[in-house]
């Protein structure tokens, strides 16, 4: 009897034993101590494709062909531009020729822009329609919407048709003559703005070509 007694208290203190070390796992629990928690089944696995990178190739890429040279008798590129043809000057514009023509070209068109002016970029001369026949402009262009040989003139940042001359309010500024090769005639009418040539031109261009001029007063 003395043995199954013995078996008994045996078996009740396991069992106490067992209950307290569960209540005092679930308080810890409780207490956010620890979680119980059971193990996450796997995320499945995904194979995605290979990635190619392509580089981007611009519009000016793919359009422009080279043998177009732009200059000027007035001055060479990255030299100073006279005062005849600034503000502070005569304000005409300068002499400006090219070579280098293709035979699928049907006009040209010249744009120039300060590229250091304050508020960005500010156009000072928009032409366009030159005939494909030309290689020259004279000096002094008039400021009239349309030319004797049919060249369009477009309005410049200050609003005015044809040239308007360097006239920078401080430090040297970066004057560019870009001159378009292209296979069209732009249907524009006179006082077109820059943005409005760009346009136009796309898709048309053969060829290009910069001339920089530098301006300071003083």
Known sequence: MKNVHEEK????????KYAASAVVVAAAAAGGYYALTTPAAPAPTTTLPPITLTPRISERTTEVRVGLMVTSQAFKSGEPIPSKYACDGEDVSPPISWSGPHEQIRSYALIVDDLDAPMGAFTHWVIFNIPAADSSLQEGVPTVGTLSDGAIQGRNGFGKIGYAGPCP??????????????????????????????????????ADAELTGLYSKG
């Open 9 to 16: 208290r045996g078996e009740r203190r396991r069992f106490l």
């Open 169 to 206: 309010p401080s430090g040297t500024h970066r004057y560019v003559f870009h001159l378009y090769a292209l296979d069209t005639l732009l249907s524009l009418q006179a006082g077109a703005s820059q943005g409005d040539v760009l346009e136009a031109m796309k898709g048309h261009i053969l």
